[in-house]
C-alpha cells in the first residue's frame, strides 16, 4: 500500500485495490478496520469508474459482507441489493459476477427465514458458478455450504446431511483449500446434528471446528473473528446436553488451554444477526 500510494498517488484505482486486498486479510480478524479500508476503496472506484461500474458493485459486495456475524442484517440489504442492480445492468444475469450476487441474495433471504425463495435464488446462482468454472472450484463448495444451511433451517434434516458429507469429501480432495472453510463447514455439521438432538456426532465436529479457529490463532498471531461465536455454538451444545456450567467451562478450557487462552476471555457474543453461513 505504501508503494502504491508513492507511486500513484492516494485516489488512484490500484490503490482501492490494495484497499481491497488488505481488508479480505483483516476482516477475518479485525472487521471494523477492514470495513474502514473497503470504505475508502469504494469512495475511489466510484469518483474514478462513477456509481454504476461493477467494480463499484465488487466494493459494495465486499463492504456488505466484512463485519461479519457482529453486522446487521438492517445495514447489509440495501448494499446487496445496489450492488445486485449494478451487476444485471452492466453483465446480464447469466455472469459469475451476477452469480455472486445471487448468492448473497440467498444469504439475505436466508437469514430474514424466507428459506424456499432463498433455496431458489441459490440454484440460480449454483448453475451459473458450475456452468463458469465447474463443482470443483470454492465457489460452488460455498454454494453447497449454504444450500446445507437452508435445508437445516427448514428441517430438511436428511437432505442437509447428505451434502454435509458431501461437502467434507469434497474437502478431503483439494487439501489445498483453505482450512478456515473447512472449519466453517464443521461448524455448520455440528449445528445440524445438534438440533437432530444426535449430540455424540455434533461434539468432535465442534471440537475438530475449534481447534482449526485455535490454529489459525497460533500461526498468525491473531483472533480470528469466528472464534467467540463457535466457543459460544458449543457452550450450546453442551447445555443441551445438561452439562452443568462449571462442567462446561472445564471443557471449553481444555480444548483452548494449549493456545494459551482463557475462556474467561471469550465472552458469550451478543447482538449479533444469525449469519446463515460462513
Not at 445438534?194 to 465442534?206: H, I, N, S, T
Amino acid at each position: 500500500m505504501t508503494i502504491l500510494e508513492q507511486e500513484y498517488g492516494p485516489d488512484h484505482p490500484s490503490v482501492a485495490s490494495g484497499l481491497n486486498a488488505l481488508a479480505f486479510i483483516l476482516q477475518m480478524t479485525d472487521p471494523d478496520h477492514a470495513v474502514r479500508l473497503l470504505r475508502r476503496a469504494l469512495n475511489i472506484d466510484e469518483q474514478n469508474f462513477g456509481p454504476s461500474h461493477p467494480q463499484v458493485a465488487a466494493d459494495i459486495r465486499a463492504l456488505a459482507c466484512a463485519g461479519g456475524p457482529a453486522q446487521r442484517l438492517a445495514d447489509i440489504e440495501p448494499l446487496l441489493l445496489r450492488a445486485r442492480e449494478i451487476t444485471f445492468q452492466f453483465y446480464g444475469p447469466d455472469h459469475p459476477a451476477s452469480g455472486e450476487s445471487l448468492y448473497w441474495d440467498a444469504v439475505r433471504l436466508g437469514e430474514e427465514q424466507e428459506f424456499e425463495e432463498a433455496e431458489d435464488v441459490l440454484r440460480k446462482a449454483m448453475s451459473i458458478h458450475e456452468k463458469c468454472a465447474g463443482e470443483d472450484r470454492w465457489m460452488f463448495f460455498r454454494d453447497l455450504n449454504l444450500l446445507a444451511v437452508l435445508y437445516k433451517l427448514s428441517k430438511k434434516y436428511d437432505e442437509a446431511k447428505a451434502l454435509f458429507l458431501r461437502l467434507l469429501s469434497k474437502y478431503e480432495q483439494w487439501p489445498g483449500l483453505a482450512s478456515l472453510r473447512l472449519a466453517g463447514c464443521l461448524n455448520n455439521g455440528a449445528q445440524l446434528y445438534k438440533v437432530m438432538q444426535r449430540y455424540a456426532e455434533a461434539e468432535p465436529l465442534f471440537g475438530q471446528s475449534l481447534d482449526i479457529y485455535l490454529q489459525f490463532g497460533a500461526d498468525t498471531g491473531r483472533r480470528h473473528r469466528q472464534l467467540p461465536f463457535s466457543v459460544n455454538n458449543y457452550r450450546q451444545l453442551l447445555t443441551e446436553m445438561g452439562c452443568s456450567q462449571d462442567g462446561i467451562k472445564a471443557r471449553i478450557q481444555t480444548l483452548l488451554q494449549p493456545f494459551g487462552i482463557s475462556a474467561d476471555d471469550l465472552p458469550i457474543p451478543v447482538g449479533h444477526r444469525a449469519q446463515v453461513a460462513e
